[in-house]
């Protein structure tokens, strides 16, 4: 679970993140929703320590994020919005330093790594650098790391992105098996059919508020002549 709690962040006079309290569960998948510029990214980068906010407090399974860093950062796994990340090293290299910084022990690790490169077909190139990766197998690199730490709450900054069709299924199915096992998941996305098939709660943010925090069907019996989420959302957004 995360609890954030009368956080916001401002950059310069920019107001990204305004007083914003919500819980996300266990036991679901919550979609985080919201236009360019909305605030999904600043509200995770606060969830997950890479970003200090101004007020309030997040805490994941219990344990605060400010107060607590460490501890807190166990309890999560993070897919950042752009895999750009540690493009010297070839994703075997990447995956170990993860699994090493989670103390995943030699076996555990290799079994988990051999199934997920198989899964996501990503095996052959597990040797080469990650700079020579095109964006989607990056992607999977990063997925694979976060997915060998085996973390409790998966936090996923538009994970489907760059994905091929069949690795986007996987991980849709990862998903809610992770979730149906009592853990928490969350992930923004801009697709809002992903959304509406994949989710059973929605947070929907719009210049820094919150817009929205409930399941799909109490959003879509607010707006019953709506017949889509996307016709919901364009509705929630355009008013504020
Ligand atoms: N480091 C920063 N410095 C200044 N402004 C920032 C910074 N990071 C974000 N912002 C601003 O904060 C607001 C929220 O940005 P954020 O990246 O959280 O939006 P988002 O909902 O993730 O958008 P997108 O869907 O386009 O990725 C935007 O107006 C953005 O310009």
């Known amino acids: ?60 399974n219990g344990k605060d994020i400010t107060k607590d860093p460490i501890e ?52 052959d190139a597990l040797n080469d650098r990650m700079s020579s990766y095109s964006h989607g197998m990056r992607q999977k690199a990063i997925l694979i790391a976060t997915l060998v730490t085996d973390p409790n709450i998966w936090i996923l900054d538009e994970p489907m992105t760059g994905l091929d069709p069949a690795s986007s299924y996987l991980l849709k199915e990862k998903m809610k098996e992770h979730a149906r096992q009592g853990n928490t998941v969350i992930f ?19 210049h820094g508020k919150i817009r929205y925090d409930g399941t799909l069907e109490a959003l879509k019996a607010q707006y019953p002549e709506k017949e889509s989420l996307e016709d919901v959302f364009l509705e929630v957004t355009r008013h504020a």
């Open 1 to 60: 679970m995360i609890e954030i709690n009368h956080v916001s962040k401002t950059f310069g006079t920019k107001k990204a993140v305004d007083d914003i309290t919500v819980t996300i569960p266990t036991g679901c998948i919550t979609g985080f929703i919201g236009p360019n510029g909305a605030g999904k990214t600043t509200s995770i980068h606060m969830m997950t320590g890479v970003l200090q906010p101004d007020t309030g407090s997040i805490k994941l």
């Open 188 to 206: 923004s996305t801009h697709v809002l059919e992903v959304a509406e098939k994949l989710c059973d709660k929605i947070i929907i943010i719009d």
């Open 72 to 123: 807190a950062k166990r309890e999560f796994g993070l897919v950042p919005d752009s895999p750009d990340l540690f493009l010297r090293l070839s994703g075997l290299e990447y995956i170990n330093f993860m699994a090493d910084l989670y103390h995943i022990d030699t076996a555990t690790r290799n079994a988990r790594i051999k199934a997920l490169a198989e899964q996501f077909e990503i095996q």
